[in-house]
T-cell receptor, first 113, second 111 residues
Framework: DAGITQSPRHKVTETGTPVTLRCHQTENHRYMYWYRQDPGHGLRLIHYSYGVKDTDKGEVSDGYSVSRSKTEDFLLTLESATSSQTSVYFC????????????FGPGTRLTVL | GQNIDQPTEMTATEGAIVQINCTYQTSGFNGLFWYQQHAGEAPTFLSYNVLDGLEEKGRFSSFLSRSKGYSYLLLKELQMKDSASYLC????????????FGTGTKLQVIP
């Protein structure tokens, strides 16, 4: 199994507070991704990274920012959490060669009250 | 982006064979994956198809027809643990190894 962890695994916060989720990998993979998964919508890409300090927006990036200062860490920040951001957040990594499949972290369940 | 279309739900009997279909947008096709996701867990990779034909991995096989924009996942000798959602994301043509997911097919295996 790919070495990918997410922290925290569960979080409850209040509307308007900032929240940072962390994704950590030990595989030295180049590509990292943040998704959210909601009933009826499947997995939707929030932001992705193709190298240290190289990031770009996905389809649902409003209200989110990311940073990648090291190969192994990809942070997702909700600047001011809203109830619509209550979701399960998955981080994924990809080597970028061969089959290019993405390996997923265990997920973070975020509830914004 | 790509439009992925799969049945929302399916039910099949333990020990049987089930085929889960997936259609996708053919323009800019760059590969298609199959993932399994158990409730409350992360998706796990099953297979990858980029050329026409059948890829077999144990009880699971995946088929691709690029001209028809069609793929299927075939699960043989169904087991109760196969109850899960099955996703067929398409790899984007724009690079950065991005994929586009649909909502998946929720498979329930019954005794």
């Amino acid at each position: 199994d790919a070495g990918i962890t997410q922290s925290p695994r569960h979080k409850v916060t209040e509307t308007g507070t900032p929240v940072t989720l962390r994704c950590h990998q030990t595989e030295n993979h180049r590509y990292m991704y943040w998704y959210r998964q909601d009933p009826g919508h499947g997995l939707r890409l929030i932001h992705y990274s193709y190298g240290v300090k190289d990031t770009d927006k996905g389809e649902v990036s409003d209200g989110y920012s990311v940073s990648r200062s090291k190969t192994e860490d990809f942070l997702l920040t909700l600047e001011s959490a809203t109830s619509s951001q209550t979701s399960v957040y998955f981080c994924a990594i990809s080597e970028g060669v061969k089959g290019n499949e993405q390996f997923f972290g265990p997920g973070t369940r975020l509830t914004v009250l | 982006g790509q439009n992925i279309d799969q049945p929302t739900e399916m039910t099949a009997t333990e020990g049987a064979i089930v085929q889960i279909n997936c259609t996708y947008q053919t323009s800019g096709f760059n590969g298609l994956f199959w993932y399994q996701q158990h409730a409350g867990e992360a998706p796990t990779f099953l297979s990858y198809n980029v050329l026409d034909g059948l890829e077999e991995k144990g009880r699971f096989s995946s088929f691709l027809s690029r001209s028809k924009g069609y793929s299927y996942l075939l699960l043989k000798e169904l087991q109760m643990k196969d109850s899960a959602s099955y996703l067929c994301p398409q790899r984007d043509s724009g690079g950065y190894q991005k994929v586009t997911f649909g909502t998946g097919t929720k498979l329930q295996v019954i005794p």
